[in-house]
């Protein structure tokens, strides 16, 4: 099983900065990787896929980058709706696994 | 739209049976590979199983391998999960997941139902 891990658990940021959340897998899954955002009460929501991919609909402040192990998840400008708690997820191998999660919260 | 409603959560006492059933609307579900995912409260994501379009591969986590049948019927827009021998670590909200790429090659997930819950206890 390849095992996501996360990092940091949560960060702190205030609106308008920038915001990266790192994503690190046991072995090598190329780049079949995606990002989701989770709110408290809603189920997840999608923003990147093939690593860097934006999914529809997702703002350009969204980034995602990496390949293999090492991937990141850059947000460029907080705004106030991106507090939430951030999931990767590879789908290379079975099977699927996803990161422990990082909650974004406001400084 | 695309819609996914999951019904058939509730209470059960451990070592007992819950079917779970996810409704499929706006898109053509006969296409698409379907999954569940949980979340146990408070606590990350869990991918559980996931089925082809076809029925013919069918994959689970280790977590409920012989306990859990995933199953669907294409006819009525339908995904089912049956689960066995069910345990208090398998309480969780379960949500049925469509992925996005109908190659069924690549499993990452561009729509979530709302879930249901699953609480095993005595």
């Known amino acids: 099983e390849i095992v996501m891990t996360q990092s940091p658990a949560t960060l702190s940021v205030s609106p308008g900065e920038r915001a990266t959340v790192s994503c690190r897998a046991s072995?090598?899954?190329?780049?079949?990787l995606a990002w989701y955002q989770q709110k408290p009460g809603q189920a997840p929501r999608l923003l990147i896929y093939?690593?860097?991919t934006r999914a529809t609909g997702i703002p350009a402040r969204f980034s995602g980058g990496g390949s293999g192990t090492e991937f990141t998840l850059t947000i460029s400008s907080l705004q106030s709706e991106d507090f939430a708690v951030y999931y990767c997820?590879?789908?290379?191998?079975?099977?699927?696994?996803f990161g422990q999660g990082t909650r974004l919260e406001i400084k | 739209e695309v819609q996914l409603v999951e019904s058939g959560g509730g209470l059960v006492k451990p070592g007992g049976s819950l079917r779970l059933s996810c409704a499929a609307s706006?898109?053509?579900?006969?296409?698409?590979?379907m999954n569940w995912v949980r979340q146990a409260p408070g606590k990350g994501l869990e991918w559980v199983s996931s089925?082809?379009?076809?029925?013919?591969?069918?994959y689970y986590a280790d977590s409920v391998k012989g306990r859990f049948t995933i199953s669907r019927d294409n006819a009525k827009n339908s995904l089912y999960l049956q689960m066995n021998s069910l345990r208090a670590e398998d309480t969780a909200v379960y949500y049925c997941?469509?992925?996005?790429?109908?190659?069924?090659?690549?499993?990452?997930?561009?729509?979530w139902g709302q879930g249901t819950l699953v609480t095993v206890s005595s």
């Open positions: 997941v469509k992925v996005l790429d109908s190659s069924a090659y690549y499993y990452y997930f561009d729509f």
């Open positions: 706006g898109f053509t579900f006969s296409s698409y590979s």
């Open positions: 089925i082809n379009s076809r029925s013919s591969y069918i």
């Open positions: 072995q090598s899954v190329s780049s079949n």
């Open positions: 093939g690593a860097s």
């Open positions: 997820q590879q789908y290379n191998n079975w099977p699927i696994t």
